[in-house]
């Protein structure tokens, strides 16, 4: 969050940045909702499961990722 109360995000890969901060927020017809964000909590949690597709070229296919909620 910047110093206006705006959320922003980053991602990076192997340490490296893929995507360099960037804002977040919501564009209505009528306004923007950008600014004042206030964090009231953070759950995370990782997913670490393989599936096996219908039709490919490999037998099984590894989801494994973190997720972030914050509220």
Known sequence: ???????QYRVSYAGE???KP???GLKFTHGTFF???EITGI???VYDKS???VLGE?????DHH??????
């Open 43 to 45: 759950d995370s949690s």
């Open 17 to 19: 940045p893929v995507i």
């Open 66 to 71: 973190k997720e972030l909620i914050i509220h």
């Open 58 to 62: 490999v037998s099984m296919i590894r």
């Open 22 to 24: 960037s804002g977040l």
């Open 1 to 7: 969050m910047n110093e206006k109360g705006s959320p």
């Open 35 to 37: 600014d004042n964000f």
């Open 51 to 53: 599936w096996k597709p």
